[in-house]
């Protein structure tokens, strides 16, 4: 199925879990580490849960130290 990560379209399996995809494409949960699937915020204890469906639209937000 595609699932969309800042705009950008990847093909992942069927019912996967948010936590799972991620691992797929490399990101952990840590602090500072945000995701909204179809624009909810979806927190890191949830992501287990959070069954991805076809088209939906992650957007990864990372916050970074720094001036």
Excluded: C, P
């Amino acid at each position: 199925m595609q699932i969309f990560l800042n705009d950008k379209i990847l093909e992942t399996e069927n019912q996967i879990s948010l936590s799972r995809f991620l691992e797929t494409q490399h990101i952990h949960a840590q602090k500072g580490v945000a995701v909204a699937v179809n624009l909810e915020i979806i927190t890191q204890g949830q992501w287990d849960q959070k069954i991805l469906q076809e088209n939906d639209k992650l957007t990864l937000i990372g916050a970074y130290y720094g001036g």
